[in-house]
T-cell receptor
Framework: NAGVMQNPRHLVRRRGQEARLRCSPMKGHSHVYWYRQLPEEGLKFMVYLQKENIIDESGMPKERFSAEFPKEGPSILRIQQVVRGDSAAYFC?????????????FGEGSWLTVV | RKEVEQDPGPFNVPEGATVAFNCTYS??????FFWYRQDCRKEPKLLMSVYSSGNEDGRFTAQLNRASQYISLLIRDSKLSDSATYLC???????????FGPGTRLSVLP
């Protein structure tokens, strides 16, 4: 499958635990985006990364959330000390570049439930 | 003003109807435009790109009006399977790069 791969697809965490969500972009894509979607709400941008660099993290909560996209391996979205309000679908997307005509492709999402 | 705005709907239309959605964007320097479709509890999927001259794909027609900074999507002969949320996306080439609108929900009724 050459698409955007996310894992785990479903994750249950107790309040105060850590959640790590992984995303492998499509082959040849060096740009990764993370979005969060709360139940019955729209898609909210969180962070945009290129290899080893955070380009825009304007949508990331100031505390507990971090993201990385190392030179080797998948992009990781890390949520520390999860709270019930973190329960949401987290979508990763990738694109080959930023030029005109480039399109963004989504993974199937990681569904986080905090109990 | 939000960078990309859409009427949230819902639009409830009977099968076979024609329905149109509009989307407005604030960044006049935007270069690429897209419509995505999102089904309930699924990821957004590309429906079609929007070209300056307008483009058609089967029952779907997309138009771009740069002067007024809006994009439209027309769906003809609506099917039950068209029920979804339609997301307008603008590529701004800076910051978060791909900016999503809040989506317009469509329900096609039998």
């Amino acid at each position: 499958n050459a698409g955007v791969m996310q894992n785990p697809r479903h994750l249950v965490r107790r309040r105060g635990q850590e959640a790590r969500l992984r995303c492998s972009p499509m082959k040849g894509h060096s740009h990764v985006y993370w979005y969060r979607q709360l139940p019955e709400e729209g898609l909210k941008f969180m962070v945009y990364l290129q290899k080893e660099n955070i380009i825009d993290e304007s949508g990331m909560p100031k505390e507990r959330f971090s993201a990385e996209f190392p030179k080797e391996g998948p992009s990781i979205l890390r949520i520390q000390q999860v709270v019930r309000g973190d329960s949401a679908a987290y979508f990763c997307a990738s694109s080959p570049g930023t030029g005109k005509g480039n399109t963004i492709y989504f993974g199937e999402g990681s569904w986080l439930t905090v109990v | 003003r939000k960078e990309v705005e859409q009427d949230p709907g819902p639009f409830n239309v009977p099968e076979g109807a024609t329905v149109a959605f509009n989307c407005t964007y604030s960044n006049s320097a935007s270069q690429s435009f897209f419509w995505y479709r999102q089904d309930c509890r699924k990821e957004p999927k590309l429906l079609m790109s929007v070209y300056s001259s307008g483009n058609e794909d089967g029952r779907f027609t997309a138009q771009l009006n740069r002067a007024s900074q809006y994009i439209s999507l027309l769906i003809r002969d609506s099917k039950l399977s068209d029920s979804a949320t339609y997301l307008c996306v603008v590529n701004s080439y800076y910051g978060q790069n791909f900016v999503f609108g809040p989506g317009t929900r469509l329900s096609v009724l039998p």
